[in-house]
């Protein structure tokens, strides 16, 4: 008997980094919209389409951050692929202002980034 066996599964090694190299290991992570949450190092991924290369999508929330990149890795079949996510600082002020005599408003704003 003879069975031919696919690898239709890879690993990421995920490490999430600022500027300077320092981990960030309170930094969410998301692979094509499933959440990986706060998982670092090596973790299986299921690819679909029975095991091709597969080019995901990567996402991170992480406060006071924003992503440098990379923002797409690809996956192989059967082997590790290393995921070095690098964020940057980011500090941003909004004020919020009456229109009609300029006083500020207090407020929550939410930044959404279109794609």
């Known amino acids: 008997l003879e069975v031919a066996m696919e690898a239709v599964a890879g690993v990421l090694d995920i490490s999430v980094e600022d500027k300077r190299g320092a981990k960030i290991r309170t930094c969410e992570v998301w ?66 202002e009456d229109a009609r005599d300029g006083a500020p408003i207090e407020c929550r704003v939410c930044l959404v980034r279109e794609r």
């Open 31 to 96: 692979l094509d919209g499933v959440a990986l949450g706060t998982q670092r190092g090596l973790i299986p991924i299921n690819l679909p389409g029975g095991g091709k290369p597969h080019e995901a999508r990567v996402d991170v929330s992480a406060p006071g951050y924003a992503l440098v990149g990379p923002s797409r890795v690809t996956v192989f079949a059967g082997h590790t692929t290393p995921l070095k996510i690098r964020l940057v600082a980011t500090r941003c002020l909004i004020r919020v």
